[in-house]
């Protein structure tokens, strides 16, 4: 705790860092994941490719990808794109599997209601589907959320910025403090977005809260 107080300020902009690393693939993973999980859904062959592949990309180890990805896109192995690049791939693989399973969830009868209406395809899954699935799909994010933050660590191993520098200096000058001010500032991060997440699905689900 002495180096964490006394290092609280430099801390502090490596966690800025560590953040964009990990909160910047969830967004791509999401803006990626969302609307084609939402077309794969209904189409059987389609939804067998995208899990098969999805849950191929997320077994590929990280080092491998950091090594992998520089040449294919043309960056440097330490650019900081690499760790993004990365992540989203993971953060994509688990949402696009998340999320026709949470659509699933959705009453048959709320569809076949919003059908009779006259809703469209696109329109019901926008207002209907969707918002019906955030509980199911929110379940995920949030373990989407938690992995990349602990993940991004491992971009030390390659120079990439982030708290996982705290674990690798503190091992070559073996000075456990270090590593345990990285330890505890992770841990605190992920349970905070774990939370924020958490009350952020309760929010966009009102009716969740007036059932309960």
């Known amino acids: 705790m002495k180096y964490l ?12 860092t560590h953040l964009i690393l990990a909160l910047v693939p969830l967004l791509l993973g ?27 990309a997320y077994t590929i180890p990280s080092i491998a990808l950091f090594v992998i990805i520089p040449p294919l896109v043309g960056i440097s192995a330490i650019d900081p794109l690499n760790v993004i690049i990365a992540l989203t791939v993971y953060s994509t693989a688990l949402l696009l599997i998340a999320v026709p ?21 696109f329109r019901r899954t926008l207002t ?20 990349n933050i602990a993940m991004v660590s491992v971009g030390a191993l390659i120079g990439v910025g982030g708290l996982g ?8 000058r073996d000075y456990p403090d ?23 699905g309760k929010f966009l689900t009102p009716w969740t809260r007036v059932r309960a």
């Open 5 to 16: 107080i006394d290092n609280f300020a430099d801390i502090m902009a490596i966690t800025r």
């Open 101 to 121: 399973a949470a659509l699933d969830t959705v009453s048959p009868s709320v569809l076949d209601s919003a059908d009779a209406v006259g809703f469209g395809r």
């Open 178 to 200: 270090e590593i345990v001010a990285g330890i505890i500032v992770i841990l605190a991060l992920a349970l905070i977005f774990d939370r924020i997440v958490f009350y952020l």
């Open 165 to 172: 520098k705290l674990f690798t200096q503190g091992y070559q």
């Open 30 to 56: 999401l803006a990626i994941a969302v609307p084609l999980g939402s077309v794969v859904r209904g189409n059987g062959w389609a939804r067998k490719i995208t899990t098969t592949v999805s849950s191929l």
């Open 128 to 147: 209907v589907d969707l918002p019906l699935a955030i509980p199911v799909f929110f379940s995920t994010l949030r373990v989407v959320v938690v992995t």
